[in-house]
């Protein structure tokens, strides 16, 4: 998208706050001085069996990048595509699972449109409302803030272990698996999973506004490090800032590890190292498993926090009031990149 950048040039468009020069999660457009309008939109094919959790995830995950602005949802329109021959129930139940997630937002979904494609696919247009002196931006972490994460990791190791050991599987596969020790799929596992890809963003987003945080993204394809650099590299060219990450600290669902050891990997397990290895540095002492961890796409993760000193108290206890798990990760540091000890 960037290539259109200069079709659209900032300075004739004052009111599009952010848009398609530096990245972020969402378009954002000032109405007026205390209003402005959050654009976003995603969708992808099912990672799950059951279509009402596939619907559910799907449009949870779309919400997110407003979440991740900082904002709230105020409607969505479907985006979708179908195979002739799914039947028109399977099609009610991922909507309503979509609908669903919507509803628990506070929102309305408002219109939409399908179309007939080869494989399915589902998610969300989605507008949300924020005041223009309050989005969190990729680039707004500054040194000494603390980083926060609100869900763990491992999701999308947890859902291709699903599909590559579930009731699809070829008895060929099954019985090599099976030579090489490689487990199934536990149920727990894959229902911890699911629970965190269906939960909504909204509370850690309020939590991160009475912490008065400036900085956020949301963690999905790109992985922690993925999104992780892009947000510090663009706080290193606005303040000269990068990140420092434990990662003893950064949690995992369970039976992630034991995954990862039987090479239940996404592609992104080996394409976000080869996009961002440039711009993170590992310990020694860190795992290959902690890294892989660290790099593996996620779906519909959580968000990632740079909550200034002063805000942590308030950033603790509205996540604690709310139910909405989190996890202090690392910090902003003068420097470049992320590091991870």
Known sequence: MRQLAGIFPANEYPDVLIGLGEPDDAAVYRLDDERALIKT???FTPIVDDPWLYGAIAAANSMSDVYAMGG????????AGFPEEIGMEVVAQIFAGGAAKVREAGAAIAGGHTVTNPEPFYG????????????????RAAAGDRLFLTKPLGTGIITTAAKLTGPGENMAHRIARKAQGKPDIDQNHLDAAVASMTRLNKAAAAAARAGGVHSATDITGFGLL??????????GR??????????AAVPALPGTFAYIAAGYLTRGSTRNPDHFRANVTFAPTVSDAQRTLLWEAETSGGLLAAVPGAGVAAFRGECEAAGQAYWEIGEVVPGRGIQII
Do not use: Q, W, Y
């Open 124 to 139: 969300l247009s989605v507008t949300g409302l924020i005041h223009p002196d309050r989005v969190m931006r990729k680039g």
């Open 41 to 43: 939109t995603d969708f």
């Open 226 to 235: 993925g999104h992780g650099s892009e947000m510090a590299l663009a706080a």
């Open 238 to 247: 606005e303040s000269g800032v990068g990140f420092r990450i434990e990662a």
């Open 72 to 79: 709230e949802v105020l409607f969505c329109l479907n985006i």
